[in-house]
């Protein structure tokens, strides 16, 4: 029940650091009690993976919203060393993605490229896209500056970094669908953009295959198509009618 207790108290530091609330996230941290030290050894090399993981990924995520960016990146190698060994993927996208941004963060954009071309390299081999939508607006930028050097990469790659941040700049990620889609139904339609199956957004959102087909069943009702080409096709064409009517004209 303890170690329970910890999972949720990290899982609490991360949604208040995502709301940009991060003082009152480092103050749940000091009466928590919680440190990275204590899963670096000690009691915490016992610790179920998934703790360590959660732990780790939300106080570096704090330590990057504090300016403390060396500090987090120090973390995070720690960590994504022993996921890397231990063939946690999912893991490894999260921990290459904060890596990332706490090199930008530095000014190393060499570094800040060589973790991106490892996200991108990890969600092209297993599919896990989840982590890339949640951190959209930072891994935008990162895939500018992974693609502002694109000689000598991996064409594969370079494909599913312009494919990916054309559907993060276009409208089927969330602001087409407001409110016509409930909230996860425009989650499940962000990774219909991606061209994700039925298999992938159950796991990326933790639902049965049975529900996410359920969600599909209505978004096609409300949209008024008949498939999955059809609706993010009809998303667009609303996201675009919408950005039209709220652009001012200019020069009339």
Not at 87 to 104: E, N
Not at 130 to 159: F, H, K, M, Q, W
Not at 199 to 225: C, G, Q, Y
Request: aromatic share 4%; net charge positive.
């Amino acid at each position: 029940l303890a170690r329970l207790e910890d999972l949720l108290q990290c899982q609490r530091v991360e949604l208040l650091v995502r709301a940009g609330k991060h003082r009152a996230a480092r103050a749940l941290v000091a009466d928590s009690g919680i440190s990275l030290e204590a899963y670096r050894s000690g009691d915490g090399n016992e610790a179920a993976w998934r703790e360590r993981d959660v732990a780790a990924l939300a106080i570096s995520r704090l330590l990057l919203a504090e300016g403390r960016s060396q500090e987090a990146l120090a973390e995070l190698a720690h960590f994504s060393a022993q996921a890397r060994e231990q063939g946690r993927l999912r893991s490894s996208i999260r921990y290459a993605l904060l890596m990332a941004q706490a090199a930008h963060a530095l000014g190393d954009r060499d570094r800040a490229r060589e973790h991106t071309g490892e996200v991108l390299a990890l969600s092209l081999r297993t599919g896990f896209i989840r982590a890339l939508v949640d951190d959209a607006g930072p891994l935008e930028d990162l895939i500018d500056l992974y693609l502002a050097r694109s000689e000598g990469l991996d064409a594969r790659l370079v494909n599913h970094a312009v494919r990916f941040r054309e559907r993060l700049r276009g409208p089927a990620t969330g602001a087409v669908t407001q409110p016509l889609l409930s909230k996860r139904e425009q989650e499940v339609m962000a990774l219909l953009a991606l061209g994700a199956a039925n298999k992938v957004i159950a796991r990326d959102l933790d639902l049965s295959e049975n529900t996410v087909r359920f969600h599909l069943k209505n978004i096609f009702a409300k949209l008024n198509v008949q498939n999955r080409v059809q609706a993010v096709s009809k998303a667009s064409l609303l996201g675009a009618d919408r950005r039209q009517r709220r652009t001012p004209a200019h020069g009339r």
